[in-house]
């Protein structure tokens, strides 16, 4: 844990400041400093937040999705959700924050799925549980009606949260062969949230594959690298777009080339 020492950084300036400062308030700063980049200050005003108040669940769960989101600390991450869960068993986002992290690092569906149901059974109206239980229902489970339902509650609880219709889209698109219907989630989802890649990268695969539109393709697929540099599918199928539709075989191999820098997984031999 970073030593007091470094709480000049962090703008306070007389032992009058640090009579006042409250744990909420060095939960401010951390967000903030988390936010323009400067995570070595955004943890020391976590850790002081916690040093304050050590049965403050609030401040283990912001700490614990810093970790996570920011630092890549999973057994930090998970240390926090659970001290925050110990402190406040009531504490539906510290269960849901734990669920998403089981789901996607740990590969424990089963302990995701009883934090994500326990999340909804304390808050039900929070529309990003639903659609992270979608998720695996789908994903994981391959129950393709209950995942729907999922997504279906999500959007009616909140109709402007753009990952459910993302989900919900390729949900139709690929299990339920609704092209229609995926098309105007993929659209709904880009709409509401302009920087969501997936989205770009969902609706340039129905544009390519089911709607015969390369052109519009195409533009769905520079999107979504313009968004995440790093998506390595959007370069792998941008490259099968070039070749097979637009005769651009050079562009094409340099797309394969770069998805395979990114995803040493992606096929060396497209065909």
């Known amino acids: 844990m970073p030593k007091r020492s470094h709480r000049g950084s962090l703008g306070k300036s007389s032992k009058r400041d640090d009579d006042v400062i409250t744990p909420d308030r060095y939960i401010a700063i951390g967000n903030r400093q988390s936010q323009t980049g400067n995570y070595s200050s955004a943890l020391v005003a976590y850790d002081l937040a916690v040093e304050l108040a050590p049965n403050y669940a609030l401040a283990y ?135 969501q890649s997936e989205a770009f990268y969902n609706r340039g695969t129905l544009k390519h594959r089911e709607l015969g539109d390369p052109i519009g393709a195409l533009a769905d697929y520079d999107k979504a690298i313009d968004l995440d540099p790093n998506l390595a599918a959007a370069y792998f199928v941008r490259g099968l777009l070039k070749r097979d539709f637009l005769d651009d075989l050079l562009d094409a191999a340099s797309d394969f080339a770069r998805a395979r820098d990114i995803d040493p997984q992606i096929a060396a031999d497209p065909s």
């Open 61 to 195: 769960n912001y700490r614990g999705s810093f970790k996570y989101a920011r630092l890549g600390d999973i057994q930090g991450a998970i240390a926090d959700f659970d001290s925050a869960i110990d402190r406040d068993p009531d504490y539906a986002v510290a269960y849901a924050n734990r669920g998403l992290l089981r789901y996607q690092q740990l590969d424990d569906i089963q302990g995701a799925l009883a934090d994500l149901n326990l999340a909804i059974l304390l808050d039900p109206r929070d529309a990003s549980v639903y659609t992270t239980r979608g998720l695996i229902k789908y994903g994981e489970l391959g129950d393709v009606e209950y995942a729907l339902a999922d997504y279906d509650l999500a959007i009616s609880i909140d109709p402007t949260f753009a990952a459910a219709y993302n989900c919900r889209g390729l949900l139709k698109n690929v299990k339920l062969m609704d092209i229609e219907g995926a098309l105007a989630d993929y659209d709904k989802a880009i709409d509401l949230d302009p920087t």
